[in-house]
């Protein structure tokens, strides 16, 4: 059962990347009012923590041993710093936030560790 679902990952791992990489940069410059808004402490920062943990752990996966990991966990760091300042410059609705890039810079370090924590073997 698990054959075809992991072939079928694996053929479209870069695919998945480049969606959840293009998601991330919609959500992150378009004006989200009138969505449904879950009103817990701290819960934008986790959000951004689990988008980019989801984001980086889909680009280990598709670029698994093809780049070095710290170039990959460099280029996903910058893409959130980047996204930010695209936030304060290009929108009137959003904001750049420090706090988000730190929130972001952790879902990537959290998906680097748990990708190097899994046994890899599973996913070749």
Known sequence: MLGPIK???ERNAFAIAIFLTLFITFI???SLTGMPRIKLDNSDKIGHSFAYFMLSFSWFF???KRFNNNLIITLLISYGIII???QEVLTTHRQGDFSDVLANSIGVILAYLFYQ???IKHFS
């Open 7 to 9: 072939r079928l990952l």
């Open 28 to 30: 992150s410059l378009v």
């Open 62 to 64: 598709a670029l698994k």
């Open 84 to 86: 930010e300042v695209l």
């Open 117 to 119: 924590f899994i046994d």
